[in-house]
């Protein structure tokens, strides 16, 4: 008796070319965002608009090249997705710099988004199988640990605008802790499934809540004392927040255990507290939470004006938006990275803001999908964990600029300019394409030759 042949499932063509048709919408999405900012600032179409529209449309159908041969079976939405993101991005970066804003510059940016797409397809091309990154869970951790307290060192080290949170790089700067968040998510989804049985054990129980063991505090002990050392050394309140939020969404996605989430919460409660009675830069960031509109505030240096000027912006914006290249973005402080969202909400309005949001959110929904269809825990948390890292980072952003919650230092993702978070961000999309594949693609098929089937007509 023979032994059967297994067929590979045929891989699914329509899927490749409705993905491929999405990439062109994008891009044809941000070529009519380019020659409506030419058209509304000077009634000419951009000179530069075929050039960027060409660069960005190679770099995307490079990707979508090394998605279709090394990862066919992912999920086809989110490349065209991440695609539009990083399109209206540029678009925004090149309003700026036509308004002169301060360190706007839509090549640059363009460049990151070379960079990014190389680091995608370099993702995706080595690392073919993402449960081998299961066996690097305390090197990942320890690369983690270095990324993030670098900044801290004498001679690479570079504190600006009152934040140590960068390194020195040949022909600029460099923000590890942007890197760092990857790989302690690595960490985290290692440990947590290697781990989750013994933090799944209930203790005492405190009115409706089993409380865990005093024992299994550890972790989650250790993770709220790095975001403080975050925080009090590099004075980094939005990585601080980002690293204990994520590792709290991925220990409940671990355990199902609402009291980690409950303790979580008094944790940083509590830390923050602590934060803002001892620290200056918390104490004002507070203040201005408080009191935005407050006089003495506005004018005062660190003040409130970058965060007044963003909410005067989304308000003259109203509905509809004063459309592509007629608002006034220049006003806002910092319009190219912390605060693109307002810059885009005078222009868009609020029906472009919540198109927008809605963007990420699906973005993120895919991500989800991938984390409930994956065969296997680790895959499970590791993609939970890094659509959470995303959502949350929009959630942060978004309601720092609306006085939601205090203002972090976060930018938005694929959207504000800067190299760091651009990069990282490409290798977590790589990281999601990657984990989707596997969980999309369908087991291979049996074949039985004559003989088999031949013992089984007997």
């Known amino acids: ?73 992912a999920d086809p939405l989110i490349l065209p997705l991440v695609t539009l993101i990083n399109g209206l991005g540029l678009v925004m970066i090149y309003r700026l710099e036509e ?9 640059q940016q363009l460049l990151y988004t070379a960079i990014g797409v190389v680091l995608f397809a370099v993702t995706l091309v080595v690392l073919r199988d993402h449960r081998a990154l299961q066996r690097l869970t305390y090197t990942a951790g320890a690369v983690g640990l270095v990324l993030l307290v670098s900044p801290l060192l004498p001679l690479i080290g570079e504190d600006i605008n009152g934040a140590r949170i ?31 049985d013994v933090l799944a054990l209930a203790g005492r129980r405190l009115l409706f809540i089993d409380l865990p063991r005093a024992r299994d505090l550890g972790p989650i002990l ?3 004392g790095l975001s403080l050392g975050v925080l009090i050394l590099q004075k980094d309140l939005g990585s601080s927040l980002l690293i204990f ?14 009291s980690w989430v409950l303790i979580g919460v008094l944790l940083f409660v509590g830390g923050a507290v602590l934060a803002g009675l001892i620290f200056d830069h918390v104490q004002a960031r507070w203040e201005v939470y408080l009191n935005p509109a ?66 990420y959110a699906l973005l993120v929904e895919r991500g989800l999908r991938t984390s409930i269809a994956a065969r296997d825990p680790f895959t ?38 800067g190299g760091s978070a651009l990069l990282a961000n490409w290798i977590l999309i790589a990281l999601l394409v990657r984990m989707s594949d596997a969980a999309r693609r369908p087991a291979p098929q049996a074949i039985q030759d004559e003989g088999m089937t031949q013992v089984f007509q007997r």
Request: glycine share 12%; charged share 10%.
């Open 1 to 73: 008796m023979s032994t059967p042949s297994v067929e590979p499932v045929p891989l699914p063509a329509k899927r490749r070319l409705a993905q491929l048709a999405m990439l062109a919408f994008a891009v044809v999405i941000t070529l009519g965002a380019y020659a409506n900012v030419g058209l509304a600032i000077d009634g000419k179409i951009p000179s530069g608009m075929l050039t960027y529209g060409l660069s960005l449309g190679g770099f995307m159908l490079a990707a979508y090249l090394v998605l279709a041969k090394f990862a066919p079976w």
């Open 294 to 359: 407050d006089p003495e505030l506005f004018v005062k240096t660190g003040g409130s004006e970058q965060l007044m000027q963003g909410l005067f912006a989304m308000s003259e914006g109203g509905v509809l938006g004063t459309g592509f290249g007629q608002g006034h973005p220049e006003r806002i402080p910092l319009a190219i990275s912390d605060f693109i969202f307002p810059a885009i909400g005078e222009e868009l309005g609020l029906t472009g803001l919540m198109a927008l949001l809605m963007v």
């Open 222 to 224: 250790i993770t709220w």
């Open 166 to 196: 960068w390194i020195k790089v040949p022909g600029g700067q460099l923000q590890p802790a942007e890197f760092a968040k990857l790989a302690l998510l690595v960490f985290f989804a290692g440990y947590l499934v290697a781990k989750r």
């Open 380 to 417: 499970k948390l590791l993609a939970g964990g890094l659509s959470f890292l995303l959502a949350w980072q929009v959630f942060i952003i978004v309601g720092g600029v609306t006085n939601l919650i205090p203002l972090t230092g976060l930018v938005t993702p694929f959207m504000s300019q």
């Open 245 to 258: 939020g994520t590792f709290i969404a991925m220990l409940y996605i671990a355990t199902q255990r609402t």
């Open 99 to 107: 308004v002169d804003a301060f360190g706007a510059s839509a090549n």
